[in-house]
């Protein structure tokens, strides 16, 4: 599988992003998929990840009720819609698919985009 995301930018705290992460090679739906971030000088965290077949998800306290992430197979495109974005949230956002159903820990991830940066400025 390669990931390649996108969709990062430049906002105000309180506006909006949504990011993109396009899969090509196998097939997409076994995958469950997960978005991961690093600000500066910290590590990489774990975001939120949804099921193969898109009906569960899971987020970390700090996004929940702000951030959604969807996925639409048709397109082999998994979503992350970020809303009341604040200062906190500016990293690099890392899209990432796991063979297995639903990890929050990078080690169960089998494949990794390559990042896109997001600033929110306060």
């Known amino acids: 599988v390669q990931l390649q995301a996108s969709g990062g930018g430049l906002v105000q705290a309180g506006g909006s992003l949504r990011l993109s992460c396009l899969a090509s090679g196998r097939t997409f739906s076994g995958y469950g998929m997960g978005w991961f971030r690093q600000a500066p000088g910290k590590k990489r965290e774990f975001v939120t990840v949804i099921s193969g077949n898109g009906g569960r998800t899971y987020y970390i306290d700090s996004v929940k009720g702000r951030f959604t992430i969807s996925r639409d197979h048709a397109k082999n495109t998994v979503y992350l819609q970020m809303n009341s974005l604040k200062p906190e949230d500016t990293a690099v956002y890392y899209c990432?698919?796991?063979?297995?159903?639903?990890?929050?820990?990078?080690?169960?991830?089998?494949?990794w985009g390559q990042g896109t940066l997001v600033t929110v400025s306060s």
């Open positions: 990432a698919a796991a063979a297995s159903s639903m990890p929050t820990v990078e080690a169960r991830y089998d494949y």
